[in-house]
């Protein structure tokens, strides 16, 4: 039960790290969308999930 947690846990850490970057990289281009808050969350996630 613990090992698919910690899968869950690592997945789901991934997929919100990956969505925050792109809506990062996004905000470095679009004026209006802040771009430097979502790609530190996206470094957090990416660092936890390790």
Do not use: H, Y
Not at 19 to 43: D, N, R, Y
């Amino acid at each position: 039960m613990n090992v698919i947690l910690n899968s869950f846990k690592k997945t789901a850490l991934i997929a919100v790290g990956m969505i925050s970057f792109v809506i990062g990289i996004a905000g470095l281009v679009l004026p209006l969308l802040p771009g430097t808050p979502f790609l530190i969350l996206s470094s957090i996630c990416f660092r936890l999930a390790n």
